[in-house]
């Protein structure tokens, strides 16, 4: 099974801005979507933003502008480039695949904390 792992993450002032990488153990085109969902302390796990195998790509109204999703494949890599970031952003990002043949797979997680 394909696994994720989670980099990027870190402290920023608001405003500044960071990127967060996922790697995947194998091929990326084991999934048919890759993206990122956030979780600050206390509320659920929400999506950010999402890319399918033909490249278009999906955000949240409150991200929108802000962050871009993107992806290597060469580098079995999806990315979130994350600016003029907000403390409203701060949470642990989390990278998600979906391959339809069985269930989700989950990297483990970076912080990522905007806050001056």
């Known amino acids: 099974q394909v696994q994720l792992v989670e980099s990027g993450g870190g402290r920023v002032q608001p405003g500044g801005s960071l990127r967060l990488s996922c790697v995947a153990s194998?091929?990326?085109?084991?999934?048919?979507?890759m993206g990122w969902y956030r979780q600050a302390p206390g509320k659920q796990r929400d999506l950010v933003a999402g890319?399918?195998?033909?490249?278009?790509?999906h955000y949240i109204d409150s991200v929108k502008g802000r962050f871009t999703i993107s992806r290597n494949n060469a580098m079995n890599t999806v990315y979130l480039q994350m600016n003029s970031l907000k403390p409203e952003d701060t949470a642990v990002y989390y990278c998600?695949?979906?391959?339809?043949?069985?269930?989700?797979?989950w990297g483990q997680g970076t912080q990522v904390t905007v806050s001056s």
């Open positions: 890319l399918d195998e033909g490249g278009t790509t």
């Open positions: 194998g091929s990326i085109f084991s999934f048919y979507v």
């Open positions: 998600y695949g979906d391959s339809g043949r069985g269930p989700r797979t």
